[in-house]
């Protein structure tokens, strides 16, 4: 997790905010490393985690979260961690074989327009605590679900209706029903278009769940171009807030990827410069 | 015109307020459903986009008169346990359900949102319903939110001319104002428009800050000190007044002035003359090659 980046949210791990709709979206860049510092706090912060994982295998996300001091391998096996592998997923159900008896989440891919209502029944299932569990488990804390990331659904065959569907049924169950969070990454490639909405693409999506959300942290790279040391920017956008405060507030700051961790600054401000 | 709007509709009016990413207009619809309430009207809402914990949150007026119809928790029909569905908006369906809880007011019908429905419902078909409630009777007025920039400019123009009053909201300059753009039909045909910039208060109630666009630039520009660029400098660059003289007397070296003309024509005593002669081998054009020919 980011100590900076955790100052500028106002959250701790002892400390969560309930009941949020994080959205994390990128344009032309990669907001993936967003992703890995949410996975290492919210499993910090004791949190039951429900991970979608459609673009990249366990072990990458594992060898990541290892650097960033968290074990995706011992949450998993505590019971913490619910790890959806979509690729390996969607393999048993491409090439389906007499042995597998995998979930019925990826039943999308056998035709995308039926819409994505078994992945919800998926991520309820695991998010909802088993009541009669056995015993030994430990109490974890409020569900959160993270998916990475909601495009590639599109690149899949499914509309992005259907994916708006998803994070409404997940808002509605998670969130508003188990005070739980969410945090999904939606990535865009190209220019800002003016388009109508009439071509449901990405840009269409990231609209709709900008809507939804009350949270978006959006990640560009530099408008002035390359730089090695500023490696983009991030914009932070509070867009619901309850009692006072009614506008929402937008911060700007720019960051580094490092080995271990990324730096968050306001602009102008990079190490490199001062 | 913002406040008129939130006093009170005529029988048959259907207020539209358009939204975008940029600024919600979620909290000048609870604003509208708070106004509603304080006058004791019943307020009957089909709640899409928000749970009713979170439309409730922050209304400080009784909501004994305003009934959740919960669309947000399974619109459509998923688990089996939803109270409204997508597919029930229709007449028929929400004259029913309005029915069954009998008022002596009017009812106020407030729709949130408006797209969560065109998504799944095709246009014409929401335009018929939202056309029969206007002409219906079954209720007063119908407040409804649309997200703009989720739909077609087309989908967004016909649902708009439906509407008796249309309030395009968009973030202000300052922080917690916005741009309320009106588009109010009365029932003669007139169509009148006016920009206002507003803000919403904790308890939902809307200060309408300015009328127009152009009071609201006039505002900001005193407010906005004029930079002053000799100040805070290391070296003096000001001027005192006989410098400022001296400087405006000045003539510039290169400047064609009145003074240089008359004495470049006039030649001084003493000058030269010069007396020109245009010799024939002067007289050659570029452009005609052949011109010193003997022909």
């Known amino acids: 997790m980011f100590t900076e980046l955790n100052s500028i949210l106002n959250a701790t791990p002892d400390s969560i905010t309930q009941g949020e709709f994080i959205l994390v979206s990128d344009r032309q860049s990669d907001a993936s490393f967003l992703i890995h510092h949410f996975l290492s706090f919210y499993l910090r912060a004791r949190c039951k985690v429900c991970f979608l994982g459609l673009v990249q295998s366990f072990s990458h996300y594992s060898a990541i979260s290892q650097r960033l001091g968290v074990s995706l391998t011992q949450a998993r096996e505590k019971g913490q961690l619910i790890f959806l592998e979509g690729l390996k997923e969607s393999l048993s159900i491409l090439i389906p074989q007499e042995t597998t008896t995998g979930s019925q989440a990826m039943d999308f891919l056998r035709d995308p327009t039926v819409g994505l209502q078994r992945l919800y029944e ?153 | 015109m913002l406040s008129e709007l939130l006093q009170g509709a005529d029988t048959g009016a259907v207020l539209i307020i358009q939204d975008s990413c940029s600024y919600s207009g979620q909290h000048l619809l609870k604003s509208f459903i708070s106004a509603a309430l304080n006058k004791e009207e019943p307020v009957h809402v089909l709640g899409f986009d928000v749970s009713e914990e979170e439309l409730k949150d922050g209304l400080t007026a009784s909501t004994q008169r305003l009934h959740f119809h919960s669309a947000y928790t399974d619109p459509l029909g998923w688990t089996n346990r939803s109270a409204f569905t997508v597919h029930q908006f229709c007449v028929e369906e929400l004259t029913h359900l309005l029915k069954q809880t009998s008022h002596p007011k009017p009812v106020t019908l407030v729709i949130d949102s408006l797209s969560w429905i065109l998504r799944h419902v095709s246009p014409p078909a929401v335009c018929k319903t939202l056309q029969q409630l206007k002409k219906g009777g079954a209720v007063r007025a119908v407040i409804g939110l649309l997200h703009a920039d989720m739909h077609q400019r087309g989908t967004v123009g016909s649902v708009c001319h439906l509407a008796t009053s249309v309030i395009t909201v968009a973030p202000g300059t300052k922080g917690d104002e916005a741009v309320a753009k009106i588009t109010k039909r009365s029932k003669s045909g007139k169509v009148t428009q006016d920009e206002e910039i507003f803000s919403i208060k904790g308890d939902f109630s809307v200060t309408v800050v300015s009328k127009t666009s152009h009071a609201g630039r006039r505002q900001t520009e005193p407010e906005e000190q004029q930079t002053d660029p000799t100040a805070n400098l290391t070296f003096n660059i000001r001027l005192s007044d006989t410098e400022r003289e001296a400087k405006e007397k000045l003539a510039l070296p290169f400047v064609f002035s009145k003074e240089k003309k008359t004495a470049l024509l006039q030649s001084g005593p003493g000058s030269g003359r010069i007396l020109y002669e245009p010799d024939a081998n002067d007289d050659y054009d570029q452009e005609d090659p052949d011109d010193d020919l003997d022909v």
């Not at chain 1, 605590?129 to 590639?152: A, N």
């Not at chain 1, 190209?190 to 071509?199: F, K, P, R, V």
């Not at chain 1, 730089?227 to 983009?232: Q, Y």
């Not at chain 1, 929402?248 to 730096?263: E, I, M, N, R």
């Open chain 1, 122 to 274: 998926f991520v309820r299932s695991s998010v909802s605590s088993d009541g009669g569990g056995e015993e030994g488990l430990e109490e974890w804390g409020p569900p959160v679900l993270l998916v990475d990331d909601v495009s590639v659904l599109l690149s899949l065959g499914v509309s992005a209706g259907a994916a708006l569907d998803f994070s409404h049924y997940c808002r509605a169950t998670v969130c508003s029903q188990l005070q739980g969070n969410i945090v999904m990454l939606v990535r865009c490639h190209g220019e800002e278009a003016e388009d109508d909405g009439s071509d449901e693409g990405s840009e269409w999506l990231l609209k709709g769940l900008t809507h939804q959300c009350s949270l978006t942290l959006h990640v560009q790279g530099l408008p002035t171009g390359y730089c090695r040391d500023i490696h983009g920017q991030v914009e932070v956008c509070w867009r619901r807030r309850r009692g006072d405060g009614q506008h929402t507030q937008k911060k700007l700051f720019q960051y580094k990827v490092h080995d271990k961790g990324a730096s968050f600054f306001a602009p102008g401000t990079s190490s490199a410069v001062l």
